[in-house]
């Protein structure tokens, strides 16, 4: 089954953030304040999405994040697998925790009929398309 987890969704919310100013300069402490969650904590998703090319960083005392492309080139997807990886079938996956249920679930096959067009809207969707 597909899930968003929490690294994922408060990425989403750090590019929102973001987004909502492109080309300035963010403080993550600023955002972690304003979302009332641990800056150590959003500093390493931040510093995924610049290692994925979402964001780029300014050192120093003025220093922060800011978008590496306008709103409207990055994709929900984007973020999400620059998070969590590629999104898949975590039952067809995983292989510390195969689902004992997996040759005869038949759920399994909705959710591989699905996950296609999941990843289209969330690759259609744009992080400008949340600013509205």
């Given at each position: 089954?597909?899930?968003?987890?929490?690294?994922?969704?408060?990425?989403?919310?750090?590019?929102f953030e973001l987004a909502k100013n492109p080309r300035q300069v963010t403080p993550v402490t600023k955002i972690a304040k304003r979302m009332g969650v641990s800056s150590i904590y959003l500093i390493q998703i931040a510093k995924s999405l610049y290692q994925a090319g979402l964001v780029k960083s300014k050192e120093g005392a003025q220093g922060g994040y800011f978008l590496a492309k306008s709103p409207g080139q990055i994709s929900i997807l984007q973020i999400i697998e620059a998070l969590e990886g590629k999104i898949e079938l975590s039952c067809a996956t995983d292989k510390s925790h195969q689902c004992p249920h997996t040759k005869a679930c038949q759920v399994r096959s909705v959710w591989g009929e699905i996950l296609p067009d999941l990843k289209k809207v969330l690759k259609k969707r744009s992080l400008a398309s949340l600013l509205k």
């Open positions: 089954m597909f899930q968003i987890k929490a690294r994922a969704d408060y990425g989403l919310l750090i590019m």
